[in-house]
């Protein structure tokens, strides 16, 4: 690295969770961040599922770097055994920490580009020697050029969640039908939201925690509202494990949410429709009938509502060299640590700057956006995602290497958790959360984005 470069600061993209901590972590090392948020504050995607409570408790949605920088600050450390909403986790914790960052955030900044300066992906000579060039769009709706010895991109995949179609495409009628297909876990107590579903049937498309979230949910207001039914769609059949690890789960939310979903089934508040991949959405009278690869249609249902993962927007990456997986798009050593068809959250392998390493030298995807498809994160993985890229970065390769987080190993993530819990925040039922326990949302936020 040239002198000119070592001036220059670490560009991270996102102020969520993940990009928040990594630039607490590069600030910890010494190492000046910048970060770009394209949102007009801290935690953009986590608020817009602010409604949904984490699986977690606040001790293990707080990132130590952070903790450190946020302490002399007069910050008042929550709780640490409740459970925050993605609205308490942005207001309580990502906002102040960005304050803390001070003009080191900035807002309103859109990254529509990232290369090496004067080099395309195709450039051999002299790359390694030549800064990052990040082109960004202003709220003033301008362009601009920032360069940077070092890109972070943390921005996630709240943006991008999958379509409905079984084979990774829209369904025929997909977009079409917009007006009745929603891609987020609804917020129930909002009146607005809660017309849209009372008294009406639903299809549900998913089998991950946000699905159980909103089956419960609609369970909930099936026996307020008569009418009010789910239809569950799975693309697989119902086993042992589909309602996660129930009682013997580590992480109790997450358990006590598949019971919950399980209990709707069972009272006849949703009916489950097993081995349906979506081809088609067609109109029929005031509803939409589904229709499978097979030729199978489902009755006519009002809404529907589409959770089946998130995918990254890789977009504004492609004049770097990344090396990823060709299944899941995530870095080709993290993949087969992360791979849903063998792990959960738990039983992912923490991992740090040498997994999330790629041909282009100090380029890296953390957080979400490094898991690609999977929908396993959680949010002190990207904590720790965080503090090892920042000691990579600062040249302690002994601390980057290191493994300093242990993970609660039964259950099933996917993204948000729906519970009773007298200890939060507000007293109010949760619905929902972010995979970000021991930590989306998923989220995954829910299912996470902003995770």
């Given at each position: 690295?040239?002198?000119?470069?070592?001036?220059?600061?670490?560009?991270?993209?996102?102020?969520?969770?993940?990009?928040?901590?990594?630039?607490?972590?590069?600030?910890?090392?010494?190492?000046?961040?910048?970060?770009?948020?394209?949102?007009?504050?801290?935690?953009?995607?986590?608020?817009?599922?602010?409604?949904?409570?984490?699986?977690?408790?606040?001790?293990?949605?707080?990132?130590?770097?952070?903790?450190?920088?946020?302490?002399?600050?007069?910050?008042?450390?929550?709780?640490?055994?409740?459970?925050?909403?993605?609205?308490?986790?942005?207001?309580?914790?990502?906002?102040?920490?960005?304050?803390?960052?001070?003009?080191?955030?900035?807002?309103?900044?859109?990254?529509?580009?990232?290369?090496?300066?004067?080099?395309?992906?195709?450039?051999?000579?002299?790359?390694?020697?030549?800064?990052?060039?990040?082109?960004?769009?202003?709220?003033?709706?301008?362009?601009?050029?920032?360069?940077?010895?070092?890109?972070i991109d943390a921005s996630g995949t709240w943006n991008t969640p999958n379509p409905l179609g079984g084979n990774g495409l829209p369904a025929l009628g997909e977009r079409a039908a917009a007006d009745r297909i929603s891609y987020r876990v609804p917020d129930l107590n909002d009146p607005v939201v809660r017309a849209r579903y009372a008294g009406r049937r639903t299809?549900?498309?998913?089998?991950?925690?946000?699905?159980?979230?909103?089956?419960?949910?609609?369970?909930?207001?099936?026996?307020?509202?008569?009418?009010?039914?789910?239809?569950?769609?799975?693309?697989?059949?119902?086993?042992?494990?589909?309602?996660?690890?129930?009682?013997?789960?580590?992480?109790?939310?997450?358990?006590?949410?598949?019971?919950?979903?399980?209990?709707?089934?069972?009272?006849?508040?949703?009916?489950?429709?097993?081995?349906?991949?979506?081809?088609?959405?067609?109109?029929?009278?005031?509803?939409?009938?589904?229709?499978?690869?097979?030729?199978?249609?489902?009755?006519?249902?009002?809404?529907?509502?589409?959770?089946?993962?998130?995918?990254?927007?890789?977009?504004?990456?492609?004049?770097?060299?990344?090396?990823?997986?060709?299944?899941?798009?995530?870095?080709?050593?993290?993949?087969?640590?992360?791979?849903?068809?063998?792990?959960?959250?738990?039983?992912?392998?923490?991992?740090?700057?040498?997994?999330?390493?790629?041909?282009?030298?100090?380029?890296?995807?953390?957080?979400?956006?490094?898991?690609?498809?999977?929908?396993?994160?959680?949010?002190?993985?990207?904590?720790?995602?965080?503090?090892?890229?920042?000691?990579?970065?600062?040249?302690?390769?002994?601390?980057?290497?290191?493994?300093?987080?242990?993970?609660?190993?039964?259950?099933?993530?996917?993204?948000?958790?729906?519970?009773?819990?007298?200890?939060?925040?507000?007293?109010?039922?949760?619905?929902?959360?972010?995979?970000?326990?021991?930590?989306?949302?998923?989220?995954?936020?829910?299912?996470?984005?902003?995770?």
């Amino acid at each position: 690295m040239t002198e000119q470069q070592s001036a220059l600061p670490v560009a991270v993209i996102g102020a969520g969770p993940v990009g928040l901590a990594a630039a607490a972590s590069l600030l910890e090392r010494g190492l000046e961040p910048l970060v770009l948020e394209a949102g007009a504050e801290a935690g953009t995607a986590v608020r817009e599922w602010g409604h949904v409570r984490l699986f977690s408790t606040w001790d293990e949605v707080i990132a130590p770097a952070a903790e450190k920088l946020l302490a002399p600050t007069g910050w008042q450390r929550p709780e640490g055994s409740t459970y925050p909403s993605g609205r308490d986790w942005a207001e309580q914790y990502l906002q102040p920490l960005a304050d803390a960052l001070g003009e080191r955030v900035r807002y309103g900044v859109r990254v529509t580009g990232v290369s090496r300066a004067g080099r395309d992906r195709v450039v051999d000579a002299g790359r390694d020697k030549q800064p990052f060039t990040l082109q960004v769009t202003t709220p003033e709706g301008g362009e601009e050029r920032i360069l940077a010895r070092a890109v972070i991109d943390a921005s996630g995949t709240w943006n991008t969640p999958n379509p409905l179609g079984g084979n990774g495409l829209p369904a025929l009628g997909e977009r079409a039908a917009a007006d009745r297909i929603s891609y987020r876990v609804p917020d129930l107590n909002d009146p607005v939201v809660r017309a849209r579903y009372a008294g009406r049937r639903t299809a549900v498309v998913g089998s991950g925690a946000s699905a159980f979230t909103v089956l419960a949910g609609l369970a909930a207001l099936a026996e307020e509202v008569p009418g009010t039914h789910a239809t569950w769609v799975l693309r697989r059949g119902i086993s042992d494990d589909t309602f996660g690890g129930g009682e013997a789960d580590q992480l109790p939310a997450r358990g006590a949410l598949g019971l919950r979903a399980k209990a709707a089934v069972d009272a006849g508040h949703a009916t489950a429709v097993t081995g349906f991949r979506t081809e088609s959405v067609t109109r029929e009278g005031t509803g939409v009938v589904l229709t499978d690869e097979g030729g199978r249609h489902l009755d006519p249902v009002d809404e529907v509502i589409v959770l089946t993962g998130l995918r990254p927007d890789l977009t504004h990456l492609t004049e770097l060299r990344l090396g990823l997986d060709e299944r899941l798009q995530a870095p080709v050593e993290v993949a087969p640590l992360i791979d849903p068809n063998v792990h959960s959250c738990g039983t992912v392998y923490p991992h740090g700057a040498k997994e999330l390493s790629h041909p282009e030298p100090d380029a890296y995807l953390l957080g979400m956006k490094s898991y690609g498809r999977a929908p396993t994160f959680l949010a002190m993985t990207g904590y720790e995602q965080a503090r090892s890229v920042a000691a990579a970065l600062a040249g302690d390769h002994e601390a980057a290497a290191r493994v300093e987080l242990i993970l609660a190993e039964t259950g099933v993530c996917g993204g948000s958790g729906l519970f009773d819990e007298p200890g939060t925040a507000d007293g109010a039922q949760g619905e929902g959360g972010c995979c970000a326990a021991p930590a989306t949302v998923q989220i995954g936020g829910p299912a996470t984005g902003g995770c």
